[in-house]
C-alpha cells in the first residue's frame, strides 16, 4: 500500500543535541513538507521542496536543517540551535499545491 | 504566518446534529483545503475548492467559498461521534504552499 512513514513516533532529545526525524513516501509525490505543531495550535511550516536536490525555507526554519537526496525521503534535522523543540513535528507530501497533502502519523519530540 | 482562521474553535453537538465551520483568510488563494486530524494523529484530507468554485460536496460533507469575503465554511451534516477530530481550513496562494488554521475542536456526543 502507498503512504506516508515517520519515525520514530515518540523521540527524546537532550540539551545540546542534535536528532533526526525519518520521513518516506512511496507515492510518487514530487513535494513534500515538514510542518511543526503545539498543543492547541495550527501548523506552521518549517520546510519544504517540490524537487529533489532543492528546498525553500517556510516560516519557522531557524534552528532546523533538511535535506532531499532521494525523492522518497525528506529528513528533517533539529539542531542544538532549536531552543523550544518540544512539539509534534509532521511530515506531508503532495503531486503540488494543487492536490490534497497526505500525512504521516507524525513524531513526538520532548527535551528531557 | 497564519493565513486561516477558523470559527468557532470549539463546538459540541449531539450526534444527528449538522456541523458548521468557518474560515476566514486574509490573502487571494488558489485553491482551499479542509483537513481533519484525530487527537494525536496526522491530518486527513477531506476536500479542496478551487478560487473559481462556489460549493462542493463529499457525502455528508459540504463546502462553499466566498472569495469577495475571504470566506469558507465547512458543513458536516447528520453527525456521529466518529466525526470528533479538529478540522483545519489550509490555504494556497502563488507559494506553492498550503498555509493552516488554528482549527476547530468539534465534540460529538453520542
Known amino acids: 500500500d502507498g503512504g506516508i512513514t515517520q519515525s520514530p513516533k515518540y523521540l527524546f532529545r537532550k540539551e545540546g543535541q542534535n536528532v533526526t526525524l525519518s520521513c518516506e513516501q512511496n507515492l510518487n509525490h514530487d513535494a513534500m513538507y515538514w510542518y511543526r505543531q503545539d498543543p492547541g495550535q495550527g501548523l506552521r511550516l518549517i520546510y519544504y521542496?517540490?524537487?529533489?536536490?532543492?528546498?525553500q525555507k517556510g516560516d519557522i526554519a531557524e534552528g532546523y536543517s533538511v535535506s532531499r537526496e532521494k525523492k522518497e525521503s525528506f529528513p528533517l534535522t533539529v539542531t542544538s540551535a532549536q531552543k523550544n523543540p518540544t512539539a509534534f513535528y509532521l511530515c506531508a507530501s503532495s503531486f503540488g499545491s494543487w492536490y490534497g497533502y497526505t500525512f504521516g502519523s507524525g513524531t513526538r519530540l520532548t527535551v528531557v | 504566518s497564519q493565513q486561516g482562521e477558523e470559527d468557532p474553535q470549539a463546538l459540541s453537538i449531539q450526534e444527528g446534529e449538522n456541523a458548521t465551520m468557518n474560515c476566514s483568510y486574509k490573502t487571494s488563494i488558489n485553491n482551499l483545503q479542509w483537513y481533519r486530524q484525530n487527537s494525536g494523529r496526522g491530518l486527513v484530507h477531506l476536500i479542496l475548492i478551487r478560487s473559481n468554485e462556489r460549493e462542493k460536496h463529499s457525502g455528508r460533507l459540504r463546502v462553499t467559498l466566498d472569495t469577495s469575503k475571504k470566506s469558507s465554511s465547512l458543513l458536516i451534516t447528520a453527525s456521529r461521534a466518529a466525526d470528533t477530530a479538529s478540522y483545519f481550513c489550509a490555504t494556497e496562494n502563488q507559494g506553492g504552499k498550503l498555509i493552516f488554521g488554528q482549527g476547530t475542536e468539534l465534540s460529538v456526543k453520542p
Open positions: 521542496s517540490q524537487i529533489v536536490n532543492d528546498f
